[in-house]
């Protein structure tokens, strides 16, 4: 079945010990997603790809960062994770067809925990 | 700035009774589109519902449907025959219908089904 795929879905990092988390599809959607869950809040974007066009969030965090080497990988580093950076991580896809109203469809999310 | 609200935290209701969640939301502009999105506990997040701005009809999807008034800009979320499987965390999410598909979510209502 066509999916979006978050690996791993568990990670433990240590203060400061740079982080990569990673997703993948099989949707060949054209538009990814990095979202930032905290425990009991909304999810938060961080940022977003449109096609290789990466889209920042005014607030993210400089300490956020994020690669897509091709359509279906995202990256999502976390240069120097704080204890305030641990949450779920969710990513999502969407096909961008201009205004049609297309749906973001998300992954199973990584949670992170630093210590 | 776009801003939605969800004014229930939690929510119970009886298997096979009738549950409504609140949303309201905040926005200047004329077109948009609307969605609640399900979170079921360690589960991926999944869309329920969506509507657009422009319709006067509202959305239904078998048991689930939504009272969308725009000029009260509130757009709830009515769940007919509740069922154990519905026991999850609700998100109504806004998305501006032009630019980036950008989703600003709620802070979710977490529905507890009683059997």
């Known amino acids: 079945d066509a999916m979006v795929i978050q690996n791993p879905r568990y990670q433990v990092t240590q203060f400061g010990k740079p982080v990569t988390l990673s997703c993948s599809q099989t949707l060949n959607h054209n538009v990814m997603y990095w979202y930032q869950q905290k425990s009991s809040q909304a999810p938060k974007l961080l940022f977003h790809?449109?096609?290789?066009?990466?889209?920042n969030e005014a607030d993210t965090p400089d300490n956020f960062q994020s690669r897509r080497p091709n359509t279906s990988f995202c990256f999502l580093d976390i240069r120097s994770p704080g204890l305030g950076d641990a949450a779920m991580y969710l990513c999502?896809?969407?096909?961008?067809?201009?205004?049609?109203?297309?749906?973001?469809?998300f992954g199973p999310g990584t949670r992170l925990t630093v210590t | 700035a776009q801003t939605v609200t969800q004014s229930q935290p939690e929510m119970s209701v009886q298997e096979a009774e009738t549950v409504t969640l609140s949303c309201t939301y905040d926005?200047?502009?004329?077109?948009?589109?609307l969605f609640w999105y399900k979170q079921p506990p360690s589960r991926q997040m999944i869309l329920v519902i969506r509507q657009e701005a422009y319709k006067q009809q509202n959305a239904t999807e078998n048991r689930f449907s939504v009272n969308f008034q725009k000029a009260a800009k509130s757009f709830s979320l009515k769940i007919s025959d509740s069922q154990l499987g519905d026991a999850a965390m609700y998100f109504c999410?806004?998305?501006?219908?032009?630019?980036?598909?950008?989703?600003?979510f709620g802070q979710g209502t977490r529905l507890t089904i009683n059997p």
């Open positions: 790809y449109y096609d290789k066009d990466f889209n």
């Open positions: 926005t200047s502009e004329s077109d948009y589109y």
């Open positions: 999502a896809t969407s096909r961008d067809i201009g205004r049609a109203l297309t749906e973001q469809y």
């Open positions: 999410a806004y998305r501006y219908s032009q630019g980036a598909q950008k989703l600003v």
